[in-house]
């Protein structure tokens, strides 16, 4: 139940389509009805799909819909063009002030992810930009917000700045500027309280702040699992502060995402990063594509192929596919894989953008666990050539010797074997996904992408 | 007595209870006073039941985040309510809304699920779960002031090793409630630290073990194997425990929460859930769909970051916020 893609909604009425000459205005009603459900269930704010719709229906009742020989696919284009022109280009540009320090201030409701964003782009600074940031810790309200903070300093090596819980957040930030002058640090980053839109003095306490220290960027930091509630949220921090863009926080969990849709269309800044992880080196660009795709049910493969890219050159990414589309993948070609997965990043963050990967019950009990990759390896050295080309000729004496010699177990072996043949599956399940598309191209594509 | 009528006397009930209602009253205030206004303007607007007033109906539950499908099935059995005693007139159809609702939360069980099943006797274990930010460790903490007011002897075990400064806060919190806090160092794991607690408790001679946990994204299977073990952990030393295992959701999650709900099921046998934050201007209407297709119960609300800031779900009053911006889809439409 729920939570189907949006491509998923509309099997039925393409299903019924296919075949008539023309799309009836009542097709396009149906149509626009489940674009409706799919955008509702990943969350975008109700009026916001209410303009959505409109338009839509007014691009899809006309000639391109009705002409095109796939009208489902066709809709599915349509939705997700005015979703990505609503999302619009992709900015993840941070202001450089005329007179250093530059300073950006991060604000948004309790528990969005400030602290650790604030990390995060300091990181991200230093890494990308060369900068020396200082961190200020304006929440003097949560408990241990400060120490949260200095230990991610202490974790990065940067300095924060503090004046314990009784001073005043604005004379804190006034002081942190003075030190930054002082010492040399290009950018300040502030990180305030988490506060309720509608707290008054709180929101107060931030328009202090601004009027004192001129940010250059002011950034909302915004959970991406929120609900309809986010045009609330982003309105009147927009109003009552004109923010300079936003922060979409734990993007990677398996939320749809929709709030993203709903941030844009009320306050028209533009968002800039995605938190994709805990880790302070876990922001990446935003990238309203894929977001589009994602809150459409598509998933986030092309994140997951721009990942893959990275680190499998070119020719080797398509000599996998052809093996995956022959399914002739063996041992040796795992061990390959593993290397260059390894250099990916988390199994679980790359499984996570696999589409349906949480509704595959075998990719669940897999367990792809980073501190097993070293056994993994470890067993598929024990295997001869000829069981690792062909692993159906494992037999139990086979598996023995294989754990003897890999210094691991006979449940360890049969477990990788049944890893094995699940991830052949898998890979069957995703090259039937670009069926649709066959012909066109090659290279590692997925449907409506 | 109509369902309105019952609950306006419940509220009065509560005005009497002082203290507890107070808090309610004013993370509701805004609520209490104009559900039964909005209601009644949505009726006035719509003398008749039709496909308007169920439109309108449908956009008020579902900008509460009360889900597409459950708001579905809702409208429907409403649909069939009204042809089935016949109503024409939108005033009758009030207390058939209010009393479907309720309905749906309580099934056929009574209020008494929206209390902590604890026992008087031996050692109580309380296993606090949930995705990351969403108020897990300041629940503990309000959670521990309140056991502890009821003269409850209460030990906090700091089961966050991961996040910075999670252990700290967990400690303010413990000094704030005046209970014990067993922590170890950051890094460490987050199972041996719940063994400690046990231990530390059962020594003792404590009538609750809260235990916090790390906040964790349910698609993660790691750490989602991680937080089985600690539960493992705690059945192992303590047959019978945990006691309770309460999820924590964000009452401005949108769908999202269905899934973590079912997934932190599936990993820890969650027995009801805390639903923080509902002093925002956000409903928290998923719980609806949770109840309904999950069976878990709400037990608490948080209502703000204070210590006095979280009181005992009350489905009437849950109800009641669902509708408390009823109506200004109106206005708004008229400035549009
Ligand atoms: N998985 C994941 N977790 C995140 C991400 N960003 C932040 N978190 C986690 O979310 C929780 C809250 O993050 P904080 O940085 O403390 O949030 P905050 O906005 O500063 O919170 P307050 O100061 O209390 O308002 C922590 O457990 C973080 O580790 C993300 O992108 N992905
Ligand atoms: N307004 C409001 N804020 C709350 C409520 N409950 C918690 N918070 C705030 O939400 C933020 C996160 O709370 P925590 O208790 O740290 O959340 P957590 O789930 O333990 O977070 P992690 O351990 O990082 O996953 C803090 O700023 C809390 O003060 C509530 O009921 N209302
Ligand atoms: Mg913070
Ligand atoms: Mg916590």
Redesign the interface.
């Known amino acids: 139940m729920a939570f189907e893609g949006l491509a998923d909604r509309l099997q039925g009425t393409i299903k019924k389509i296919t075949g008539k000459g023309k799309v009836s205005e009542q097709d396009v009603k149906e149509m626009t009805r489940e674009v409706r459900l799919a955008l509702l269930e990943a969350d975008v704010n109700f009026k916001v799909v209410k303009q959505l719709i409109a338009r839509i229906k007014e691009r899809a009742v006309g000639q391109e819909v009705m002409e095109s020989l796939t009208p489902g696919q066709q809709v599915i284009k349509v939705v997700k063009d005015e979703l990505t022109n609503l999302m619009g280009g992709e900015q993840s540009k941070i202001a450089v002030a005329d007179r250093s320090p530059t300073v950006i201030m991060m604000v948004g409701l309790q528990g969005a992810g400030k602290t650790t964003t604030t990390g995060k782009l300091a990181n991200h600074l230093r890494k990308k930009h060369n900068r020396n940031p200082l961190l200020v810790a304006c929440d003097v309200y949560r408990p241990a917000a400060i120490q949260q903070l200095e230990t991610l300093g202490t974790q990065l090596d940067m300095p924060v700045f503090s004046l314990g819980t009784e001073a005043n957040p604005v004379d804190i930030a006034n002081q942190a500027i003075a030190q930054a002058k002082e010492n040399h640090n290009d950018y300040v980053i502030i990180d305030t309280a988490g506060r309720l839109h509608v707290d008054e003095n709180l929101m107060e306490e931030l328009q202090k702040i601004k009027t004192d220290v001129k940010p250059d960027e002011i950034f909302l930091v915004v959970d991406s699992m929120t609900g309809q509630d986010a045009v609330n949220v982003a309105e009147s921090f927009n109003e009552q502060l004109d923010i300079t863009g936003v922060v979409l926080t734990k993007l990677d969990g398996d939320t749809r995402g929709g709030a993203a849709l709903s941030i844009k269309a009320v306050t028209d800044k533009p968002i800039k990063f995605a938190g994709m992880g805990e880790k302070l080196d876990q922001l990446e660009a935003f990238h309203p594509e894929r977001m589009a795709s994602r809150i459409l049910g598509m998933g986030d493969v092309l994140s997951l192929i721009e990942k893959a890219q990275t680190n499998v050159d070119e020719k080797q990414a398509k000599e996998l596919e052809e093996k995956m589309r022959t399914m002739s993948f063996t041992f040796d070609d795992f061990l390959e894989q593993m290397g260059q997965v390894r250099e990916m990043g988390p199994l679980d963050d790359l499984m996570a953008m696999i589409p349906g990967s949480n509704k595959m019950k075998g990719l669940k009990n897999a367990q792809l666990d980073e501190s097993q990759l070293t056994e993994v390896e470890a067993i598929i050295q024990s295997m001869t050539k000829k069981e690792r080309q062909e692993p159906s000729i494992i037999n139990g004496s086979r598996r023995k010797r294989i754990a003897k010699g890999s210094g691991t177990s006979v449940a360890a072996v049969n477990r990788l074997i049944k890893q094995f043949s699940e991830m052949k599956k898998m890979m069957k399940q995703m090259t039937n996904m670009q069926k649709g598309k066959k012909g066109k191209g090659g290279g590692f594509k997925f449907p409506f992408m | 007595m109509g369902f309105m009528d019952k609950l306006k006397a419940r509220f009065k009930q509560n005005e009497e209870t002082k203290e507890v209602s107070e808090k309610y009253q004013e993370g509701m205030k805004k609520t209490r006073d104009t559900f039964s206004g909005k209601l009644n303007d949505l009726i006035a607007r719509y003398r008749k039941v039709d496909e308007d007033f169920f439109e309108e109906l449908e956009?008020v539950l579902?900008?509460?985040?009360v889900?597409?499908?459950t708001v579905m099935d809702l409208v429907e059995e409403l649909k069939m309510e009204v042809k089935r005693q016949k109503i024409k007139d939108s005033s009758e159809i009030k207390d058939v809304i209010s009393e479907k609702l309720v309905d749906i939360y309580y099934g056929d069980e009574d209020s008494s699920i929206q209390h902590l099943q604890l026992d008087e006797d031996g050692l109580q274990v309380i296993l606090v779960v949930g995705?990351?930010?969403?108020?897990k460790t300041t629940s503990i903490?309000k959670l521990a002031h309140q056991l502890k007011a009821d003269g409850k002897n209460v030990i906090l075990a700091a089961g966050d090793t991961?996040?910075?400064?999670?252990i700290?806060?967990l400690?303010?919190?413990g000094e704030?409630a005046d209970v014990p806090v067993i922590k170890h160092s950051?890094g460490s794991d987050p199972a041996a630290v719940i063994y400690d607690g046990i231990r530390a408790a059962k020594s003792r001679e404590a009538d609750v073990l809260i235990c916090d946990t790390a906040g964790r994204?349910?698609?993660?299977?790691?750490?989602m194997?991680e937080l089985a073990k600690v539960k493992r952990v705690i059945e192992r030393e303590i047959p019978g425990a945990p006691h309770e295992v309460l999820l924590v959701l964000?009452a401005?999650?949108?769908?999202?929460?269905?899934?973590q709900a079912r997934t932190f099921s599936e990993a820890t046998d969650v027995s009801g859930i805390v639903l923080t934050?509902l002093?925002?201007?956000?409903?928290g209407g998923?719980v609806l769909a949770i109840r309904n297709?999950l069976q878990i119960p709400v037990k608490y609300v948080g209502l703000g970051?204070g210590i006095n800031d979280l009181q005992q779900f009350d489905a009437d009053a849950f109800v009641f916020g669902l509708f408390s911006d009823l109506g200004m889809s109106e206005e708004s439409e008229k400035t549009e």
Do not use: C, H, M
């Open positions: 956009e579902i900008t509460a985040d889900g597409v499908s995705v990351n930010g969403v108020g903490g991961f996040r910075a400064g999670a700290d806060q400690e303010i919190w704030r950051e994204l349910q698609n993660k299977v790691n750490l194997n964000d401005t999650t949108g769908q999202n929460a269905l899934t934050k002093d925002g201007t956000a409903k998923i297709e970051e």
